[in-house]
């Protein structure tokens, strides 16, 4: 069981501000005492630059932001040399497109993303597709809101089909990859949607129409909700932020199978990054420091290994099934209190999703509904979220956005509900 009271305590956060109603963890997550305290003991105890002294407190720090490397290391199942420090999941994501992106895509090769992608894992992709002359390809969802991969050319009834859908056998990628296929990028989590991607069942299927595909995945609203597993999934490439796990703002984590990295070229030149440089040449170290140029943000990787401790203490598998019921909690309340004015973005995949949910409130725009809620301190997103795309494939501009986190409970569900009647009231609706 999930004490949501007991863990409140851990967020000083909700001390100073007791009647918060947190509805943002997909924008940021709220940040334990933990973390708090690591960082403050970076700068009041062993305030060093990492790598560049031989005095103990830079020995110390050094220790400590390798130590982190480790910690995510195992978090996720990778090797300590594959993971790279980034500033986040959107300068992880550039950075393939730049250094593995630019190094393999030619013209009328293809790059294959989706439409329920972040603009981080989209833009970067398009401005490559468009400078190479390569194509882009861009997966389409079906009504329930999931990528549309299944039955087609299948013969299966759809309900059956829904039944079975982490079957890789129904997963159809036959129109979508070829063997000129060269990146398949996708999210793990859509950050609207809250629909999570078979990832595991897709890249089997895309490698089995060409080995040679590779395959990157943003796992920004994965890694702080659900258990990774980079060798399970059989993906080559996957990115997160600290800041959406409990960590500090400023750290990215990009994880890549290490044959890969040593054949990509790096992304920024500067300090840390070099082996030797001489007048006509220069030579790099070896992955990750290659890609890890320049003094990195070191009090917030070291911070990060005790978000890493403290989602473990709980365990994400507990918190996945938590924030599943929480959000299918907030679905029945919101349709019971709404019915039809109220129009979940994706509303087919509710049992399945992860604890977001984009909705549309009568016809007001979101900003003058956030706006309403935030004068009852309830937090939560308007806008596009940065996924234009999918907001025009569903033909609208814009929507609201509350999402769930371990440390949310009923009680804010109910006060998301109580906040929209007044915005009702006050819209005379
Ligand atoms: C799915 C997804 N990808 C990428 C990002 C970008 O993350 P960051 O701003 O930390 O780089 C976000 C942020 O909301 C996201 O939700």
Redesign the pocket.
């Known amino acids: 069981m999930i004490n949501v009271l007991k863990i409140k305590k851990d967020f000083p956060i909700f001390e100073n501000n007791p009647s918060l109603v947190y509805l943002d963890s997909?924008?940021t997550s709220l940040k334990p005492r933990p973390v708090i305290e690591k960082l403050v003991e970076y700068y009041s105890k062993y305030s060093a630059n990492i790598f560049r002294g031989v005095y103990s407190l830079s020995e110390k720090a050094t220790k400590e932001y390798e130590k982190t490397r480790e910690k995510i290391a195992k978090f996720i199942n990778g090797k300590k040399e594959e993971i790279i420090f980034t500033r986040?999941?959107?300068?992880g994501l550039n950075l393939l497109a730049y250094s593995l992106g630019r190094k393999i895509i030619e013209k009328n090769d293809e790059i294959v993303t989706t439409i329920m992608e972040?603009h981080?894992?989209f833009v970067p992709w398009q401005i490559l597709a468009q400078e190479s002359g390569a194509v882009f390809k861009v997966i389409n969802i079906n009504q329930s809101g999931d990528l549309d991969l299944y039955c087609k050319n299948i013969k299966i009834k759809k309900s059956k089909c829904k039944m079975t859908m982490q079957n890789s056998k129904l997963i159809n990628l036959n129109n979508i990859i070829t063997k000129k296929t060269k990146i398949l990028t996708l999210?793990y989590?859509s950050?609207v949607l809250g629909t999570v991607n078979p990832i595991k069942e897709i890249v089997m299927v895309a490698k089995k129409i060409n080995p040679k595909v590779i395959v990157i995945v943003?796992a920004?609203?994965a890694a702080p909700h659900k258990k990774i597993d980079v060798l399970d999934l059989g993906v080559d490439f996957l990115a997160f932020?600290s800041?959406?796990m409990l960590g500090p703002t400023g750290v990215?984590v990009l994880w890549g199978k290490y044959d890969l990295l040593c054949e990509m070229f790096p992304f920024n030149f500067g300090g840390e990054m070099i082996a030797e440089v001489f007048l006509d040449k220069t030579f790099f170290k070896d992955p990750p420091y290659k890609f890890e140029a320049g003094t990195p943000a070191i009090a917030e990787v070291i911070a990060l290994s005790e978000a890493v401790s403290y989602l473990e203490k709980i365990g994400l598998e507990k918190i996945e099934a938590y924030e599943k019921e929480l959000v299918q909690l907030a679905y029945q309340r919101l349709k019971e209190e709404f019915g039809k004015n109220i129009k979940i973005l994706g509303e087919g995949n509710i049992k399945e999703r992860s604890g977001i949910l984009a909705f549309n409130f009568y016809n007001l725009h979101p900003h003058d509904v956030a706006q309403i809620l935030s004068e009852k301190n309830i937090c939560l997103r308007s806008g596009h979220h940065?996924a234009q795309p999918l907001h025009q494939f569903l033909g609208v501009s814009s929507s609201c956005r509350a999402s769930f986190y371990f440390y949310n409970d009923k009680d804010d569900v109910e006060k998301l509900v109580e906040g929209l009647k007044e915005v009702k009231i006050k819209f005379k609706l």
């Open positions: 997909t924008a986040n999941t959107t300068e972040h981080s894992n999210t989590i950050n943003d920004a609203q932020s800041h959406k990215g940065c």
